[in-house]
């Protein structure tokens, strides 16, 4: 124990008034030793009550000190010497023992947290999904309003009596071939992009680029199969209730206004989803097709036909649509998952009449506004 | 050693001048700045209330009254508890509202514009309060001597004032804008109200030196008030300069990226065929506006400095008078560098970020590729390759920008005339138990 026995010039305050008197400080054994003179009195403050002004560095030049002893009490020594002893006396007082005595028990949470939720990927089970599967019906199909009225706002709705009679038809047959108690519900969006999505609630939204772009109703379905396969997956449940945690998450350790939160329809606009839930989606639409009894070749030609536009956008940065065409399975490979599939028998989708219907769907649009349900009232 | 100190005898009451220096080497803020860093991204973020906490204590350490250190005795739980609380009032209840709304009224832009409208209004309303509380956290934790700081008043009349003296002019233009456009043409409307938003940037200087008399006649320091004496007459004409300025500035920069979205269809692309655009087709518009605010808070430093004289000047403290000796050019030069250093000290973060993915995160291919988004575990991969440099890289540019401004305002502030400092006696106010939770959710605490 270092303990230099010439006393060092200190200013004492008793923090009771902001005046100071001179003082002599001492490393005692057990402590700090502070002599005042006139009137004379002598106070020990134990090392292990100390406190510092800041971390008492190695290079310090003075230090300010407390004691839990002596609350409101102070004494300000101006001496290098004096602050690199009190370091060996009194090791708690420096920066890295403080920075480490403060950051240990988040260190080891943190590592914990982190433990623990690789623990429960690892195991296989996806909390997220489970909260998805809980969600009301009811919540599910408003949660799926807002995400349409934000994802397609400036668009019209195409709706051809006929075309959206056939769209149903088309529909119908999937939902029942899914054994879903409703049917799917699909709108058509006057969009020239490349596009189809499925939003929660059993809603899938089409754009007339996609109606326009392939090249028979099996393609059609089998896009249709594949984002009621999403849907069967409750993968925009997912989506959302996840955007929702890691935007909490982001707001808690950043310290924000939560504003961003209160912009649902910015939230849903974000959605991806992973290459495992896209090969998901594609074993479900692989499945639907066939209870269907619709040949599943329509959903290879139109893998054949978004791999031929991937290939032309690159060429001219344009029009990048989000969900078909920012799958994250290689098009070929998914290509190649559905040409392996044995033959069954099938029928065509829809037959030649309907499917000319649906191809002129957005000759008549309507305001999505008028639609009750998608943008208005509370249902 | 014992020259730099005041010889004062015992309990003397006799009144001495006071030396306010600022003593420190802002080289040294490198170090805590990284270490803070290290130690932010190792605890999840949590570490940063105690970041703060001693990159304040090193400020405080470093202000000497007569050559003896200020020390603040904050602490890192404080701030965090005080976050906490404001997360449980005022943040979750905000979230779930949100989701609420938008479940509620699926869709409907009525009612998420109204829904956002009150919002806005509501954090207007909290942020004068937050700022208060924050002041009066950082004051009671503030000590000389043994004895502390204060703030003796009512948060919500700071508040409502600092809400009311914005939310009256804006509420009268509008008004008056409603009124000229309903009796004439909406278009006469518009132009008034431009304007009336133009002039009511005049009520800013009546406006800062209102909120700088209620906040310091609520100062105090152990069981003695400071007061404050200044009007707002004085700031008007060079206020005029940085006004003007900055009316020159924000018209050449809208222009500018009003010019640039008319070039190649920009505008079209982006707002009506909603193609999100490249990042290199941002960047220019990132570089106007970086470009336009750097410009703006230069032109406004002049002004900056002098109203920082100015409320030093008229600020007092038993008998003695504060001055400030701020200038507008080094101020420039103080706003200038410390946006340089973030700036820089981000592209480095970006540029080594940047280089670690290339060399250990996902293939390149993948994540140029715009079509074929790389999945999400090579995006985590990503995330946590380039995060890292950017947490520590501003938190290191962020603690010495604190450490410059602490340095430069400190080291231009004077006291003169004698104070009697043993007649200065410990307060009897209460100190508030946690700290300023609401300014670190505004992100408002500068200090
Ligand atoms: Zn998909």
Not at chain 1, 69 to 96: E, I
Not at chain 1, 277 to 287: F, P, R, Y
Not at chain 2, 81 to 106: D, R, W
Not at chain 2, 276 to 304: D, K, Q
Request: glycine share 10%; net charge positive.
């Amino acid at each position: 124990m270092p303990s230099n026995s010439t006393a060092t010039y200190g200013r004492f305050s008793d923090g009771r008034s902001a005046s100071a008197r001179d003082a002599s400080v001492n490393l005692g054994l057990s402590g700090v030793e502070i002599r005042l003179t006139s009137p004379d009195q002598q106070m020990i403050w134990q090392y292990d009550t100390l406190k510092a002004a800041e971390p008492v560095r190695t290079h310090a030049i003075d230090v300010l000190l407390t004691s839990t002893s002596q609350p409101g009490a102070s004494v300000f020594v101006p001496s290098p010497d004096f602050a690199r002893n009190l370091r060996l006396s009194a090791p708690h007082l420096t920066a890295r023992a403080e920075r480490w005595r403060h950051a240990r028990p988040w260190v080891f949470g943190s590592l914990a947290a982190m433990g623990f939720v690789a623990l429960i990927y690892a195991a296989g089970w996806s909390p997220i999904r489970s909260m998805a599967g809980v969600l009301p019906q009811s919540w599910r199909e408003r949660l799926g309003e807002s995400a349409v009225a934000s994802m397609t706002e400036g668009h019209k709705l195409c709706a051809s009596p006929a075309g959206v009679a056939a769209m149903e038809k088309l529909s119908l047959r999937l939902s029942k071939a899914a054994g879903a108690s409703t049917p799917y519900k699909v709108a058509i969006y006057d969009w020239p992009l490349l596009n189809a999505f499925a939003v929660p609630g059993g809603q899938v939204v089409m754009t007339k680029g996609l109606i326009e772009k392939a090249g028979s109703p099996d393609e059609v379905a089998g896009v249709l199969a594949h984002e009621i396969g999403h849907g069967i997956e409750l993968h925009p449940e997912t989506g959302i209730i996840r955007a929702i945690g890691l935007a909490a998450a982001v707001e808690l350790m950043m310290g924000g206004s939560g504003g961003a939160l209160a912009n649902m329809g910015l939230l849903l606009a974000q959605l991806g989803y992973t290459r495992t839930a896209e090969h998901e989606a594609d074993l479900q639409a692989i499945t639907l097709l066939k209870n269907a009894a619709i040949s599943n070749k329509g959903l290879g030609d139109f893998f054949k036909r978004v791999e031929t536009i991937e290939d032309e956008d690159k060429v001219t940065k344009t029009l990048k649509p989000f969900d078909l065409l920012r799958t994250h399975p290689p098009t070929a490979e998914r290509e190649k998952l559905v040409r392996n599939q044995k033959d069954y028998p099938s029928t065509p989708a829809l037959d030649e009449a309907s499917w000319q219907e649906l191809k002129r769907v957005c000759t008549i649009t309507k305001d999505p506004a008028k639609d009750a349900g998608v943008d208005g009232a509370p249902l | 050693m014992h020259s730099i100190l005041q010889a004062a005898g015992p309990g003397t009451d006799q009144p001495e001048p006071i030396d306010i220096r600022f003593d420190g080497s802002s080289g040294r803020m490198i170090g805590l700045g990284f270490i803070n860093g290290v130690l932010k991204i190792l605890t999840l973020g949590l570490y940063s209330f105690w970041a703060k906490t001693e990159v304040r204590r090193r400020i405080w350490a470093a202000t000497r009254l007569n050559g003896e250190p200020v020390a603040y005795t904050g602490t890192g739980k404080e701030l965090l508890l005080g976050f906490l609380i404001v997360f449980g009032v005022v943040v979750i209840p905000v979230m779930l509202s949100g989701v609420a709304v938008s479940l509620l009224f699926a869709g409907s832009k009525e009612a998420l514009g109204l829904y956002q409208g009150v919002l806005y209004i509501a954090f207007f309303l909290l942020v004068g309060n937050a700022i208060y509380r924050a002041q009066r956290y950082r004051l009671s934790r503030t000590e000389w001597r043994g004895i502390r700081g204060g703030l003796d008043g009512s948060p919500g009349r700071y508040g409502w004032m600092y809400f009311w003296t914005l939310a009256a002019p804006f509420t009268a233009a509008a008004v008056l804008a409603g009124i000229v456009a309903w009796a004439t043409a909406p278009a006469v409307g518009g132009a008034i109200m431009l304007l009336g938003m133009l002039g009511m940037l005049w009520v800013l200087p009546w406006r800062a030196n209102k909120l700088q008399a209620a906040i310091t006649n609520d100062m105090r320091f152990g069981d003695r008030p400071l007061t404050y004496s200044g009007t707002a007459g004085p700031l008007y004409k060079r206020y005029l300069f940085a006004w003007g300025g900055n009316a020159l500035i924000f018209a050449a920069a809208l222009g500018a990226t009003g010019a640039y979205l008319m070039q190649e269809d920009r505008y079209i692309n982006w707002f009506v065929l909603k193609i999100p655009p490249a990042l290199v087709e941002l960047a220019p518009l990132a570089a106007i506006w970086v470009l336009t605010l750097i410009a703006s808070a230069v032109v406004t430093s002049w002004y900056r400095a002098m109203q920082m004289n100015h409320f030093a000047g008229h600020t007092h403290f038993e008998g003695a008078t504060f001055r400030g000796e701020a200038t507008g050019r080094s101020l420039m030069w103080l706003v200038l560098s410390n946006w340089l250093l973030s700036i820089g000290g981000l592209l480095a973060a970006l540029a080594i970020g940047g280089t670690l993915i290339f060399a250990f995160g996902t293939a390149p291919r993948e994540v140029i590729d715009e079509v074929a988004a790389p999945d999400r575990a090579a995006g985590l991969l990503n995330l946590l390759l380039i995060m890292p440099p950017i947490i520590i890289m501003t938190t290191l540019t962020a603690t010495f920008a604190q450490f410059r401004s602490a340095r430069y305002f400190l080291s231009r502030l004077k006291l003169d005339g004698p104070v009697a400092l043993g007649a200065i006696l410990q307060g009897a106010h209460k100190r508030p138990a946690r700290g300023e939770g609401l300014a670190q959710v505004f992100d408002i605490d500068a200090f």
